[in-house]
Nanobody, 123 residues
Framework: QVQLVESGGDLVQAGGSLRLSCAAS????????MGWYRQAPGKQRELVAS???????NYADSVKGRFTISRDNAKNMEYLQMNSLKPEDTAVYYC?????????????????WGQGTQVTVSS
């Protein structure tokens, strides 16, 4: 199928910045929507931001104006630039993507998740 690997998580002080990256690999035919989700301890996983293949974006209200999602379709990569980080942004951040991959005889749909990367914001 399709594998997603995140990188870029770290410990940062409040007000700082981080850039997360997600690399998709496998027999990819096309990737439609890519997104970033996060899950804090004791909370449900929530959508942070998403981006369509054409570049249309959607953000959670809590990150609007601070986070920017982008992607490189040629490289099957997506990014999340996080500025003005707050302690409440502390969570494991997960990359998600959906699209189609090449199986033995045809293309099939996929929806894949990465393993997560920890972002910790200290006050």
């Amino acid at each position: 199928q399709v594998q997603l690997v995140e990188s870029g998580g770290d410990l940062v002080q409040a007000g700082g910045s981080l850039r997360l990256s997600c690399a998709a690999s496998g027999r990819i035919v096309t990737i439609n929507t890519m997104g970033w989700y996060r899950q804090a301890p004791g909370k449900q996983r929530e959508l942070v931001a998403s981006i369509t293949r054409g570049g249309g974006t959607n953000y959670a209200d809590s990150v609007k104006g601070r986070f920017t999602i982008s992607r490189d379709n040629a490289k099957n990569m997506e990014y999340l630039q996080m500025n003005s980080l707050k302690p409440e942004d502390t969570a494991v951040y997960y990359c998600n993507a959906d699209g189609r991959y090449l199986s033995a005889s045809s293309s099939l749909p996929f929806n894949s998740w990465g393993q997560g990367t920890q972002v910790t914001v200290s006050s």
